[in-house]
């Protein structure tokens, strides 16, 4: 990755702390997220994955520590300029009027606006490349509410791309997608880490995809503690045994790997603490 | 969307409104021809003034200019609410502005108040609904938080409209029936014996100052608040903003005309459907096509049914639902 570099992000965590009224999701977690890295976010329901990515995104301040970025609190940045290196695709779209799939994704070139905030060429071809991305330029001139599920979060994917920042932050990003766009998606994300080089974090429940495709990975059991590192020594069936509750093994089959839940469950153990 | 067309759209519209504010002057009882009506604005003041010149001056400027005034304040504090309350149902009345000025004016239209008074205290009524509203949603409207606020604040001034309505009910009751004729046109919207145009359209003014130059950030909140902090758009400030701007624009339009209906509603409506939902050209549009319309309403409401001068608020509703469930027919096939 030393060839020509564009503008390079770090991100990091320093002692955050997430709280989710009286229960403590995370706590004391320092970590640095690399320029290159592609980081899933995993743990159960509740755990805190989309709180921490809005923290991380600086939407919300963590309960005790600080996050930064490029070495600048992340509060300090003004919103404008933080919206051009940082992109945040949040979960659950609602789409109150009706646009056209263009002019959603042209939207995210907001930052980028100057003047008298009207788009120049250079947005639109933005925005025409990043449809292309996602094969979505035939539905380029569709109205986004008459989309399917799976193709509106391919929609908000590319807009988030189309916003051209070098952190990308991904609210389950896989989300209603079949199988084949799981893969082109997580394909695109890939390349898009390591060309550049950006930093790419996003949330998923699906931990084989997440073995095959990110660089590192983050396990949150939302019980304070965490687990991050690369991949393959993060979602290891012992570790997602005990941060999920459910027993998984580890299959090999012709240099494949897959995680899968263990076919009955051995004696009932104690809880987790 | 982009500058050339909306810039087309603006001409289009402003054009049509010089043609109707043109015949508004022409056009009545005593009809003048076009150049003599622009002739008697040209020289104001001059000696031999006449009949003519009095007719156009004093009686066809000042409420051409209310109507487009008012109907630019509606429309515009529509487009601007249903961005803000993320909903297609919203305008300018929902949050309780236009009850609060009925029921204050109403009030002063029983005691028997100079004309000045009541629109005092319409003006009044207005502002202490916008402060009571701000008092119970102003967290959930400012709030810098990624999550829908609306539904409160929607529900504050749904109830507070409704008090307000009920309000009007009982003053109706009580009035005397030698006021009701007054009361009624008042609350129907009434453009006859507006006593100056010039509050309505400097607040005009203001109002389109300080919301077109947020446009391009409005096109961001209509997708929500997620989006919006995502992009590096203070909503909470921003919807601050918006509510200011659309409470005060539609306080000016019902102190001077009372509550006309149905333009802050369908205009903005009428525009995203023929031209679509960019906000930096909407914004401007509303205001413009809103004025056209009611200024074209009350010309009709003057001389339909001549010498009786109908209400404008009937006209534009009269008018206005059938072209507008026809524009949405249209647009659903």
């Known amino acids: 990755m030393t060839s020509a570099r564009m503008v390079v992000s770090t991100l990091a965590a320093y002692e955050i702390a997430l709280d989710a009224g009286e229960r403590v999701l995370l706590a004391d977690f320092t970590?640095?997220?690399?320029?290159?890295?592609?980081?899933?976010?995993?743990?159960p329901n509740g755990a805190g994955k989309t709180t921490l990515l809005s923290t991380l995104a600086g939407l919300v301040p963590p309960a005790r520590g600080h996050v930064a970025l490029d070495?600048?609190?992340?509060?300090d940045w003004r919103p404008g300029e933080l919206a051009k290196r940082r992109a945040l695709m949040p979960q659950n779209m609602h789409d109150a009027f009706s646009a056209t799939v263009f002019d959603i994704v042209l939207l995210n070139r907001f930052p980028y606006l100057g003047g008298w905030g009207w788009e120049t060429e250079r947005d639109r071809a933005a925005a025409h490349a990043a449809?292309?991305?996602?094969?979505?330029?035939?539905?380029?001139?569709?109205?986004?509410?008459?989309?399917?599920?799976?193709?509106?979060?391919?929609?908000?994917?590319?807009?988030?791309?189309?916003?051209?920042?070098?952190?990308?932050?991904?609210?389950?990003?896989?989300?209603?997608?079949?199988?084949?766009?799981?893969?082109?998606?997580?394909?695109?994300?890939?390349?898009?880490?390591?060309?550049?080089?950006r930093t790419v974090i996003f949330s998923c429940h699906d931990l084989n995809l997440a073995r095959r495709f990110a660089t590192h990975a983050l396990l949150m059991p939302g019980d304070g503690t965490a687990h991050a590192g690369p991949v393959r020594d993060v979602l290891t069936p012992e570790l997602a045994s005990r941060v999920f509750g459910y027993p998984l093994v580890l299959i090999e089959a012709d240099g494949h790997e897959a995680l899968v839940p263990a076919l009955r469950r051995p004696e009932r153990e104690s809880p987790e603490p | 969307m982009n500058a050339q067309r909306a810039i087309a759209i603006w001409l289009a519209l402003a054009a049509l409104a010089g043609i109707v504010f043109v015949a508004a002057l022409t056009l009545g009882s005593v009809s003048v021809p076009p150049l003599r009506a622009l002739g008697a604005l040209a020289h104001p003041g001059t000696a031999g003034a006449d009949t003519i010149d009095e007719i156009v001056r004093s009686l066809r400027l000042p409420r051409?200019?209310?109507?487009?005034?008012?109907?630019?304040?509606?429309?515009?504090?529509?487009?601007l609410l249903q961005v803000l309350l993320r909903n297609p149902l919203a305008e300018p009345y929902v949050l309780g502005v236009s009850g609060g000025a009925a029921v204050f004016a109403i009030a002063a239209l029983l005691a028997g108040a100079a004309w000045w008074l009541v629109d005092a205290a319409a003006f009044a009524g207005a502002l202490f609904t916008i402060a009571l509203v701000l008092g119970f949603a102003r967290r959930a409207?400012?709030?810098?938080?990624p999550q829908e606020a609306s539904p409160r604040l929607l529900l504050t001034g749904v109830v507070l409209a409704t008090g307000w309505g009920a309000g009007v009910t009982?003053?109706?009751?009580?009035?005397?029936?030698?006021?009701?004729?007054?009361?009624?046109?008042?609350?129907?919207?009434?453009?006859?014996?507006?006593?100056?145009?010039?509050?309505?359209?400097?607040?005009?003014?203001l109002a389109?100052?300080?919301?077109?130059?947020?446009?391009?950030?409005?096109?961001?909140?209509?997708?929500?608040?997620?989006?919006?902090?995502?992009?590096?758009?203070?909503?909470?400030?921003?919807?601050?903003?918006?509510?200011?701007?659309?409470?005060?624009?539609?306080?000016?339009?019902?102190?001077?005309?009372?509550?006309?209906?149905?333009?802050?509603?369908?205009?903005?409506?009428?525009l995203r459907l023929a031209f679509g939902n960019d906000q930096r050209m909407l914004v401007p549009a509303s205001a413009l096509a809103g004025g056209l319309f009611v200024m074209s309403a009350d010309l009709l409401a003057r001389t339909v049914a001549a010498p009786a001068q109908l209400p404008v608020g009937v006209i534009t509703?009269?008018?206005?639902?059938?072209?507008?469930?026809?524009?949405?027919?249209r647009r659903s096939r």
Not at chain 2, 225 to 246: H, K, T
Not at chain 2, 322 to 329: D, E, K
Request: proline content about 5%; overall charge negative; glycine content about 10%.
């Open chain 1, 31 to 43: 970590q640095t997220f690399g320029a290159g890295e592609l980081w899933c976010v995993a743990g």
């Open chain 1, 71 to 75: 070495g600048v609190p992340i509060g």
């Open chain 1, 131 to 197: 449809l292309d991305a996602l094969a979505l330029a035939q539905l380029a001139a569709r109205d986004v509410r008459s989309l399917s599920g799976g193709e509106r979060q391919r929609v908000a994917l590319a807009a988030a791309l189309c916003q051209d920042a070098p952190l990308l932050l991904l609210d389950e990003p896989l989300a209603h997608l079949d199988l084949r766009h799981q893969i082109d998606c997580l394909t695109l994300l890939a390349h898009w880490a390591r060309e550049s080089p």
């Open chain 2, 64 to 79: 051409a200019l209310a109507g487009f005034g008012c109907g630019a304040l509606l429309a515009l504090a529509g487009a």
């Open chain 2, 141 to 145: 409207l400012a709030r810098g938080e």
């Open chain 2, 170 to 205: 009982l003053l109706l009751t009580l009035a005397p029936d030698e006021r009701l004729r007054g009361i009624l046109f008042w609350l129907a919207g009434d453009l006859n014996g507006v006593a100056s145009p010039w509050p309505a359209l400097a607040a005009l003014a």
């Open chain 2, 208 to 270: 389109l100052a300080a919301a077109a130059s947020v446009a391009p950030q409005l096109n961001v909140l209509a997708r929500g608040e997620a989006v919006a902090f995502a992009l590096g758009v203070n909503a909470g400030q921003l919807r601050l903003r918006i509510y200011l701007v659309a409470s005060l624009a539609t306080a000016a339009a019902v102190t001077t005309a009372g509550t006309i209906g149905f333009v802050g509603l369908v205009v903005p409506h009428a």
């Open chain 2, 317 to 329: 509703a009269l008018f206005g639902v059938p072209v507008f469930l026809w524009m949405l027919a």
